[in-house]
């Protein structure tokens, strides 16, 4: 193998360094949602909504976020749940529906609210859904959410 290791380093003494987990300050942040995906916890198989999104700037652009909602059935989560999704102009009112709605929202630019917690000596920063800032995805009819068992959709 022929390696030109004068232009390899030469390119790489030249590169910025980009610290991939750098903390992003609390505050609004525009960000593009970039994938929704229904999963289960690993430790308990709970099911929870994956959402990533990169921010657009013009500080920490190109910084990937990570949210989990979680679909307990406990009517204080799904509560919360409903707020974020009413946020981004979810209107339905099943969740079911917003399921298999999800990709309508990826590629809609989204405005972010980073809040960090301490407890018992842990951080952990929360996101919150502020608003959608594209226009909001046409809702479902009533007949489009009312057979979920014979989907296709692949989450």
């Given amino acids: 193998m022929s390696i030109n290791w004068d232009e390899l380093d030469t390119v790489y003494e030249q ?3 980009d610290d991939f987990n750098s903390e992003i300050p609390d505050g609004f942040y525009e960000a593009l949602i970039v994938n929704i995906a229904l999963e289960e916890s690993k ?4 099911p929870h909504l994956k959402w990533e999104f990169i921010i657009t700037g013009p500080n920490y652009a190109n910084k990937h976020l990570w949210k989990y ?3 307990y059935s406990s009517p204080e989560s799904m509560k919360w749940l409903k707020g974020e999704l009413r946020k981004i102009g979810f209107m339905g009112e ?4 917003f399921i298999n709605t999800a990709n ?3 590629d809609k630019t989204i405005k972010l609210n980073l809040k960090t917690t301490e407890k018992n000596g842990h951080k952990r920063q929360a ?3 502020t608003k959608l800032l594209d ?3 046409v809702q479902p009819t009533k007949q489009q959410t009312t057979n979920m068992e014979n989907d296709d959709i692949p989450f």
């Fill in 69 to 71: 909602s979680q679909l």
């Fill in 104 to 106: 309508f929202y990826i």
């Fill in 15 to 17: 590169a910025e360094v």
């Fill in 43 to 46: 430790k308990d198989g709970t």
């Fill in 94 to 97: 099943k969740i079911s529906a």
């Fill in 135 to 137: 226009e909001a995805p």
């Fill in 127 to 129: 996101i919150y859904f």
